[in-house]
Each structure stands twice: as C-alpha cells, then as structure tokens.
C-alpha cells in the first residue's frame, strides 16, 4: 500500500494534511494516533469510500482514486465497531460476505467453512449475529474480512468496546494471522500497537509525525508525546 | 452476477427478518379491506334507500345507472388505495438506505467487491419485488367487485398494473428519499410530501398560465393512474413511471458519490 501526499478536507478542516506511507507486502503496520488524528479518514480514502482532496492512496499499484474496484478486490475491512446486520445468522451472513466478494458455489461454502474454522464460530455459526456478545460480534466481523482471502486487511480499533478477556481474545487472534498477509491496524493503544505490530506510523491533527520500526517508535520515554506533537505544532 | 445475487439474498433476509415487512403487508391488506368494505357499506345503504318506499316508493329498476358496483365501490376504493399507498409506501422505503448508514453497514458493502450501481440495483429490485406483492394481497378485494362490477379481465389486469406502478413509482420516490438521508423519519416524511406534491397539481392550475398547466399535469401521478384505472394502457403512461423509477435510482447513485466527496 502506498499512500502519496494523501490529503483530506472537511470544509475548512483539514482532517488529513499530505500523508506520505509506504506498507510492504506481509507487513503488520500500525497506525496510531488519539482521536481525530484522521487515522479513520486515512482508512477511508484507501477503501475508497471517501475521495482524497489531494494526493493518492493505491494498493497493488491500484490507486483507490482511479480504480477503486481494483483496490476494493485486494482488501478485507473490519469497521471500529462491528457493523454488522443483526438480524442475520452468522453463517448466513458470512455466505453474504463471500458472495459479495465473488464467490459462489462450492467455493464460497469453503470459503464461509474456513472462515467459520479459523475464527472459532462453530458453536454461534446457525446464531443470529445480534444475539452474539460483543466479542463474537468482532470474531465474525474478522471472519467477514478474512473470508475472500485479501492480501490487505484493514482493521480499525479492533478491540474497542471490548471487556479485557474479549480484548485479549481478538488481540491473539489477530496475532495469528501476522505474517499471513498485509495487516494495517489502526489503534490508539499504545500497547495494541506495540504488540501486533512490526511498523508504526502515527497521526496527530492529520499530519504523520513518526513512522518507523514499532519498538523504535513506541519505545522512547514518553511515546504519547509524539501524540500531542501535531497539536503542539 | 454473484456478488449482485448476493446482496439481493441479502437485502430479502433482512426485509423478511424485520416486522416492518409482515406489519406491512398486514397494514396494507387490513386498509384495503376496510376501503372497499367502507365503500360497499355506503354503496349499500344508497341501493337500499333507492329500493325502500320512504324515498317516494322507488322500484328497485329504478335506480339510476351511476349506482352500480363499478362507479360507486372498484373506482372510489381504487381512487382512495391511489391517496393511502403515499402514506404508506414510505413505511417500508424508508429504511432501506437510511438503516445502512446510521448501522454504518453501508461502509462494510462499499468494502466488498460491490459497485454502488450493484447495491443501489439491488435495493430497487428487492423493493420492487415486495411492493408488488403488497399490491397483489391488496387487489383481492377490488377484484372482487368485478364480479358484479362487470368489468372484464383485460380491465382488471390494467387496474393492477396501474395499482403496481402508482406503487412502485411512490417506492422509486422513497428510495431517492432514504439514499440521501441517514434518518428514517427525514426519508419517511420527505417521501411523503414528494409524494403527495406530485400526486396531482391540478390544484396548481388557477395559479399557472396554461401552458405551465399542461406541463404540471404531465408530471402529476393521478391522471396516469386514473387512466390505468380506467382501462387505457398507454405506452406514455409507461414511460412516465419508467422515466420517474430511473431518475430516482440516479439519483440514488449519485448519493453514494456524493458522500465520496462531501463525507
């Protein structure tokens, strides 16, 4: 993922100010920042469901301004919170979520099976996703993102809303699946960061004011400085 | 196709999953009963007081010829069900885009390999599909006036298709109305003043020079249902409720781009 002098405005606030990020393939990328750094906005120009007010943001060599189909196709998304359709079965809903990124068949159905293995949702699989506690719910939106095979996925405040034994849950999971393909995590928690991450870029009042290895950049005295360092600026 | 497949499997679950669609339905076929029954009430208490010696001895052959079962129960019950369904389609429209944004699930389709053209499609068809089969359990009871309304089969069928594209021409405004809102109630009441602005602007007439009126009356809903009712299938009456249907799945397209731009 490559992101060139991406800059976003809302009106007369700049929510994003001439973000310049490289992710390499495989990478675990954290991006950190308090709120309203412009993490989010950052998540939505390269989803492409926002359109940059400068810059670029591509995957793959897509850019998301140009070719957002082509970025879509390259990545898996998992909301702040879990956006989600309550009403709908988890397995049911994880058909959907293949489905819509083309598959069909017997292929889809191994896809969901996988999906269902690999994030532990036998047991919920025939439930409906709102009558799942708050953990599940995150579970199956990991499932959702994970269930097309991408080779980015975008995971925003993963843990959010969370008790600490759900956090911990998501957070191995999350874990597992390092290395596998692109993870760009987005976060306030330090400590989240720190260890689900191999590179860290952090935000403040849209501006990158760090980025580097995540024990370099985390590791210092006072890393929250580099939080208010955007604010100070 | 399978991805659009997908979603319109989608879209049917959560409509049949929420109360809203069985409410809807139960509502719409409960106001259709109590319309025509209303009306045959009225219709009968005129026959009866015709026939009765107290309005100066009547014989029942009698009775004037608008009396009868076509002009006094099918066109009045069908007349009033054209003025309720703009109350009562947005009921169901309302939702279908508002829900997705305030539920935030609209960024999670935009995620998937779905094109805004492919989600705002299968909205469409999906509502389409079920307004249509609220106008089918609705029809039963003025279609049973025919039975002694004397109106034919090729009739009847033109009133339904008339009935079904009124519907479904509320429904278009609907969705236009829900996919620029991100609250049920902003859609809801937007789609009902939309609708009952351009049911009929002959009340604008007075107001306009004559030229303007011609024009106004060529926007307005009622005379193109009114024509259906009466049995006139007309091409042009076709293409008003195409014309209305695609403008308001541009325009809901043009929302998910607007949001891409404004936020």
């Not at chain 2, 705002?120 to 389409?128: D, E, P, R, S």
């Not at chain 2, 902003?186 to 009340?203: I, N, P, Q, T």
Request: proline share 4%.
């Amino acid at each position: 993922m490559q992101a060139d002098a991406l800059t976003r405005r809302f009106g007369d606030t700049v929510a994003l100010d001439g973000v310049s990020l490289t992710i390499a393939p495989g990478e675990a990328f954290g991006l950190l920042g308090a709120n309203g750094a412009g993490k989010t906005t950052f998540i939505r120009c390269l989803t492409g469901v926002l359109l940059p007010s400068g810059g670029d943001v591509s995957v793959d060599g897509f850019s998301s301004l140009r070719s957002p189909a082509a970025v879509r196709a390259r990545l898996g998304f998992v909301a702040e919170t879990s956006r989600l359709y309550p009403e709908l079965r988890v397995r049911g809903f994880l058909r959907f979520a293949a489905g819509a990124r083309g598959l069909s068949g017997a292929a889809r159905e191994q896809a969901v099976e996988r999906a269902i293995e690999r994030f532990a949702l036998g047991e919920v699989a025939k439930r409906l996703v709102g009558h799942l506690s708050k953990g599940f719910q995150q579970r199956v939106s990991l499932a959702q993102a994970f269930v097309a095979d991408p080779p980015l996925v975008i995971v925003d405040e993963p843990t959010s809303g969370l008790d600490p034994l759900q956090q911990e849950e998501v957070r191995s999971l999350l874990r597992s699946l390092r290395g596998e393909r692109t993870l760009l995590l987005c976060t306030h928690d330090l400590a989240e960061a720190r260890s689900l991450s191999d590179r860290v870029a952090v935000l403040s009042r849209g501006r990158l004011v760090a980025v580097g290895a995540s024990a370099e950049v985390l590791g210092g005295p006072d890393p929250l400085a580099l939080f208010r360092a955007g604010a100070a600026a | 196709m399978t991805r659009f497949r997908a979603l319109v499997k989608k879209e049917l679950a959560t409509l049949f999953a929420s109360p809203l669609a069985y409410l809807a339905l139960t509502l719409v076929m409960l106001v259709t009963a109590l319309i025509f029954f209303d009306h045959l009430r009225i219709y009968n208490q005129i026959l009866f007081l015709y026939a009765s010696n107290t309005m100066g001895g009547f014989e029942s052959d009698t009775i004037p010829d608008h009396i009868n079962v076509r002009d006094s129960v099918f066109f009045p019950v069908l007349e009033t069900l054209g003025i309720t369904l703009i109350a009562l389609i947005p009921v169901i429209t309302m939702r279908v885009f508002a829900e997705e944004r305030a539920r935030g699930t609209d960024e999670l389709l935009l995620t998937t390999h779905l094109s805004p053209g492919q989600i705002v499609g299968a909205k469409f068809l999906v509502t389409y599909a079920f307004v249509v089969l609220m106008m089918a359990g609705s029809f039963v009871y003025p279609a049973m006036a025919t039975v002694e309304g004397g109106i034919g089969a090729e009739h009847l069928l033109a009133v339904f298709v008339g009935l079904s594209l009124h519907a479904l021409g509320l429904a278009s405004l609907g969705l236009a109305c829900s996919a620029w809102s991100s609250s049920q109630l902003v859609a809801a009441v937007a789609s009902w003043a939309v609708g009952f602005v351009l049911w009929d602007f002959a009340w604008a007439g007075p107001f306009v020079s004559e030229r303007a009126g011609r024009l106004l009356d060529a926007l307005s809903m009622h005379p193109r249902y009114g024509a259906f009712a009466e049995g006139i299938v007309n091409l042009e009456h076709f293409a008003y409720f195409a014309g209305l249907g695609l403008l308001c799945a541009a325009l809901s397209r043009f929302a998910f781009d607007w949001r891409r731009v404004a936020g």
